[in-house]
């Protein structure tokens, strides 16, 4: 980790209670970590969503100011003062990620397949976009498959600007209609035909992810993970494959670091029911890997205790920092 910088991972339960071994009461949702690796809880977040935390973005005007996510509800901070504002955004429900884009906060309202934009200089919802209007006719191949149901559903879980400044979404069905399985005696989503959708131009990029996360914009270049592939994958500008990580578990959240051209990736560990139905997932503990974004290495690892899962993963000044444990 640079001199002068934190890492901090949102983390929470396991969002499918069959999935749960920890109670939430033993939940830790946003966490520390300094040069020694050692985690530093903030207590101030220990009790808050019914899972914890899901993610953070910094205002553009000010590092002090940060605004928080639940599942369920957004929050500005403003450190500096020591107050905190619900911005009483109505009818959302399992956010996964928010961004800022300009002077939008973005939300990815996934379970409602919609994206949110609130502007943070009027202070006001801006847009709402239902993501059925970007649906696609067209069929899959398998729709027809024995023990196939189809459900309209993007499952869109991030709003980015790329590199060419159109806003894009990061989800798991790229057509807009996801497919479940019947195996094993089990009902499995299916998701491969993950990728982005350029909004602006309603132009897909489907690109065989199974359950996307997290695209970042690093040296010219797109970074994501195949989550259900266990890889993080690298694209160019005009999303032609170019380099697959091997992460051995579920990705979600990540920073770049200029300054030390390193990546710091979350990574969960691979849910027991799935272990034997996926290949390349291994029972691996939660982490963030270092990854050397020139070489396209994982270089080193940093244990995260106290979550089920990890949301999201972000480089702090320690000043913030400080301030986040004084609340």
Known sequence: MEQGKMI?????????????EISRDNIRSVQLFGADK??????????????????????????????????SEVFLFDLNK??????????????????????E???SNTKHDEIVSYNIRKK????????????????????????????????????????????YILVHHTSGRQLIKRI???????????????IDTQRRYPLNFKAPHSVRCINDEYW???????????????WQWKKTIDTKGFGRGGEYSAATNRYYAGVSATRKRYLGLFPGGDAIPNMVQVVDAGAYKVIDTVAVPNVEQINNVYCLDTAVATKLLEL
């Open 124 to 167: 006001a919802v801006e847009r709402r976009v239902d993501l059925s209007d970007f649906a696609s006719s067209s069929a899959e191949d398998i729709e027809n498959g024995e023990g196939v149901e189809v459900v309209d559903k993007f499952h869109c879980n991030l709003v980015f600007q790329g590199y060419d400044q159109h806003v």
């Open 82 to 103: 020591g107050t905190h504002e619900n911005l009483q955004i109505p009818n959302l429900t399992d956010i996964h990620e928010i961004s800022i884009i300009g002077e």
């Open 224 to 238: 994501v993970f195949d989550s259900g592939h266990f890889e993080l994958k690298v694209f160019n500008k005009d």
């Open 38 to 71: 050692k985690a530093i809880e903030v207590p101030f977040f220990n009790s808050w969503g019914e899972l914890g935390m899901s993610s953070m973005a910094v205002h553009p005007d000010d590092a002090m100011q940060l605004y928080f996510a639940t599942s």
């Open 184 to 198: 094993a005696q089990k009902f499995i989503k299916s998701q491969g035909n993950g990728g982005v959708v350029n």
């Open 8 to 20: 901090m991972v949102i983390g929470s339960l396991n969002a499918n209670p069959a999935d749960r």
């Open 105 to 107: 906060l973005w939300i």
